[in-house]
């Protein structure tokens, strides 16, 4: 049973016809979607977050992280070596990680979470998936240990990708039209307490 939301208003032929057969292949199509769009949304705030980096780095001076090339090698066996570490390894994990979780921005966009409160989200998203893989790994430490200056350089960072790759991924999406969210939102602009859903047909366009 749904909360306070916004969109259509309650009737029971709304919620028949939201329990009815969905339409055929709405909801691949647009996984489909998001799934290249997103590896190209993902690719793109890659791309943007090292330009940020080199730039601050060039100013601050901090030398460039190795941690993604160590966690790769951790995750896939691979022989570890103290110190500086394979370019390509580090760069795959980077970008690899980059381009794969852009696809959960566009099936965001895709869905209708758009905008900059959609890409806020994401950054938490981009943050949290960067601790699990570090830590589990043993290749990083808590973020409330670290100095407080590389949290702040590290947030900002994540931040740039999160809202690079959601401008990509928002741009992408808006191309097929509004998504189902968005279909429902502006049914009743505005916020309405008890309101039901879209019927299925309608939710993708149809």
Sequence with gaps: MRGPATGAGTSESCRTEWVGADVPG???????????????????GGVVMTLGEKI?????????????????????????????????????????????????????????????????????????????????????????????TELVVDVLHKAVYAFTTGAVADALAARSGPGPGQRHAAVRPGRHAHVGPLPRRHAYGA
């Excluded at 691949?28 to 993902?42: D, H, N, P, S, Y």
């Excluded at 959960?104 to 890409?119: E, I, K, T």
């Design 56 to 148: 601050e780095q060039a100013v601050t001076g901090r030398p460039g992280s190795h941690v993604p090339a160590r966690v790769l090698q951790r995750l896939t066996g691979m022989p570890e070596r103290p110190g500086t570490q394979p370019l390509p390894v580090n760069w795959a994990m980077h970008y690899g990680q980059a381009a794969l979780l852009g696809v959960l921005r566009s099936v965001m966009a895709q869905a209708g979470l758009r905008g900059p409160v959609a890409s806020a989200k994401f950054t938490v998203v981009r943050l949290t998936n960067d601790q699990i893989l570090e830590n589990a790994t043993g290749v990083g430490a808590p973020p409330p240990t670290w100095p407080r």
């Design 26 to 44: 709405t909801r691949q199509t647009m996984l489909k979607r998001a799934l290249w769009q997103g590896l190209i949304a993902g690719t793109a």
